[in-house]
């Protein structure tokens, strides 16, 4: 099995910074793409940033280069530097993996979801 565990999140004020950490683990062979989505009350869930394994990022359009993301394919990680939040900014945010694991298998896999809360 594979799991992925968040850290991170919480409340920031508007113009603050949080970063979010997720650690991948379990049977896995390969990781093909981590990143991160992001679901507001009453919204579809949304990609806010994913980086590929040969490295291109691929980012949504709310994100407006205030966010980083990062890889650590060396500990299975991957992390989401947030600067410049805003109150749109407030939503639960995802993990996710694109992970082909020991038996063969490829399949998309998402964290719990951690709260980010920006206040104005």
Known sequence: QVQLVES??????????LRL????????????TMGWYRQAPGKQRELVAQILSGGTIN???????RFTISR?????????????????????????????????RTSDYWGQGTQVTVSS
């Open 8 to 17: 991170g999140g919480g409340l920031a004020q508007s113009g603050g910074s």
């Open 21 to 32: 950490s997720c650690a991948a683990s379990g049977s896995i062979f390969i990781i093909h």
């Open 59 to 65: 980012s949504g359009d709310a994100i407006q280069g």
């Open 72 to 104: 650590d394919n060396t500990k299975n990680t991957v992390a989401l530097q947030m600067n410049g939040l805003k109150p749109e900014d407030t939503a639960v945010y995802y993990c996710n993996a694109k992970i082909t694991t020991m038996w063969e």
